[in-house]
Antibody
Framework: EVQLVETGGGLIQPGGSLRLSCAAS????????MSWVRQAPGKGLEWVSV???????YYADSVKGRFTISRDNSKNTLYLQMNSLRAEDTAVYYC??????????????WGQGTLVTVSS | SSELTQDPAVSVALGQTVRITCQGD??????ASWYQQKPGQAPVLVIY???NRPSGIPDRFSGSSSGNTASLTITGAQAEDEADYYC????????????FGGGTKLTVL
């Protein structure tokens, strides 16, 4: 059974750093495209970052230069290092899996999400 | 970068058919995918690719596409279909980004 479990969220002051983890089971993280998607309170979904199976990484303009996506193949875990956090980064952060598909881009499994609150 | 546009809210009478649309230039190159999200829960994939349903998704959900518009159709809407629905696709500008629509709140009357 495929499972994604995020941890690491919490209350952090503006300018601070936080690292989110997403432990995967039932499949191999390094063989899939893995993304972080966030949702601010009462708002819609926003894609944050992706790491491809080959290791390439890409970021939304809103987080580029501040967030870093990575993975630990030995732990089958995805990470999101978030630096220079701002109030507008407050959101539930989901990790999600994307099977490779040349004609579409979809997320077939999602974690339960972890809440990050940036506030003084 | 690309954008996807959805109507903020749509309503349907119980048992009737409703279509939720998603517009954007990227949909001329890529199929949209659709997600259902209920309050306090993670999104659930309901349609992907040309018109594919993941295991466990009822066949009353279907997808279609024409030009720059993708549609999610629920035929015979049920009370449990009341939720937010989001579309997404790959950004067609070649930047490897992913885009989501703003979401549609579906009310089943």
């Amino acid at each position: 059974e495929v499972q994604l479990v995020e941890t690491g969220g919490g209350l952090i002051q503006p300018g601070g750093s936080l690292r989110l983890s997403c432990a995967a089971s039932g499949f191999t993280v390094s063989s899939n495209y893995m993304s972080w998607v966030r949702q601010a309170p009462g708002k819609g979904l926003e894609w944050v970052s992706v790491i491809y199976s080959g290791g390439s990484t890409y970021y939304a303009d809103s987080v580029k230069g501040r967030f870093t996506i990575s993975r630990d193949n030995s732990k089958n875990t995805l990470y999101l290092q978030m630096n220079s956090l701002r109030a507008e980064d407050t959101a539930v952060y989901y990790c999600a899996r994307s099977p490779f598909d040349s004609s579409s881009y979809y997320f077939d499994y999602w974690g339960q999400g972890t809440l990050v609150t940036v506030s003084s | 970068s690309s954008e996807l546009t959805q109507d903020p809210a749509v309503s349907v009478a119980l048992g009737q058919t409703v279509r939720i649309t998603c517009q954007g230039d990227s949909l001329r190159s890529y199929y949209a995918s659709w997600y259902q999200q209920k309050p306090g829960q993670a999104p659930v994939l309901v349609i992907y690719g040309k018109n594919n349903r993941p295991s466990g998704i009822p066949d009353r959900f279907s997808g279609s596409s024409s030009g720059n518009t993708a549609s999610l159709t629920i035929t015979g809407a049920q009370a449990e279909d009341e939720a937010d629905y989001y579309c997404n696709s790959r950004d067609s500008s070649g930047n490897h980004h992913v885009v989501f629509g703003g979401g549609t709140k579906l009310t089943v009357l």
